[in-house]
């Protein structure tokens, strides 16, 4: 209990407001795949261009591979294949759409080089696709690049043209989210401190012929010796 309690105090007096009072670096990210990019509200689709599915980028393609923008986990894929989701290793939530109106096209025209769960680095592929293909069949070959957590985004060079896993993209969180979680994680070690030091006065005792029973720091039974 002591070295709990000891080990927690120092991870808050030290740590937690370190890391507080710290600046929060930006994130690079990659170009996944070669075009122009633009802010997100050229995109030509409002659920994207309106901000909507959050903030972002888009890309109109001049290649067809997709490569990995980070170092990240692949946590969902369509099953139209059009669209993955990424959590990158540092945290941060990105969905990939290949074109507008894709998901009609019911997997027609992707190839996937990864599964849901796969653990990808800076570069790996992703999918592949048919530009042509979509260019006819769909709204638009845009392809979105949105941030679900809203974090303020821009593009390194501005609007140009791009190159395949050329450095293209900040992403910066609000320092008052960091804060915010923070915070709450100083309360809950606060909170469990002081369950534990409840806990350590109301810690049984025993001798020969006398043993106390407790349940979650609360003596809930006595039980006289054999």
């Not at 190839?111 to 992703?126: A, I, S």
């Not at 006819?136 to 949105?146: F, K, L, Q, T």
């Amino acid at each position: 209990v002591t070295v709990i309690k000891s080990n927690l105090e120092e991870y808050m007096s030290c740590h937690i407001d370190t890391v507080e009072s710290c600046d929060i670096k930006p994130l690079i990210l990659g170009c996944p795949i070669g075009g122009r990019a633009e802010t997100i509200d050229k995109t030509p689709d409002k659920a994207f261009s309106s901000g909507m599915m959050g903030t972002g980028v888009v890309i109109f393609p001049t290649d067809n591979v997709v490569y990995a923008p980070e170092n990240a986990t692949v946590v969902s894929i369509f099953p139209t294949k059009h669209a993955i989701g990424l959590l990158t290793d540092s945290g941060t939530e990105i969905l990939i759409h290949v074109g507008i109106d894709t998901v009609k096209l019911n997997g027609h025209g992707f190839n996937l080089f990864v599964k849901e769960g796969d653990h990808v680095k800076k570069g790996d592929k992703l999918l592949s696709f048919d530009l042509k293909y979509i260019k006819e069949n769909a709204s638009s070959d845009a392809i979105p690049i949105v941030f679900t957590e809203n974090p303020s985004v821009k593009l390194i060079k501005g609007a140009k043209n791009y190159k395949a896993n050329e450095d293209m993209i900040e992403v910066k969180k609000e320092l008052i989210y960091e804060r915010a979680e923070l915070k709450s994680a100083r309360f809950y070690c606060r909170l469990f401190i002081l369950m534990i030091k409840s806990i350590k006065k109301r810690c049984y005792e025993h001798d020969k012929n006398r043993r106390y029973t407790y349940d979650c720091g609360y003596a809930s039974k006595y039980v006289g010796a054999d």
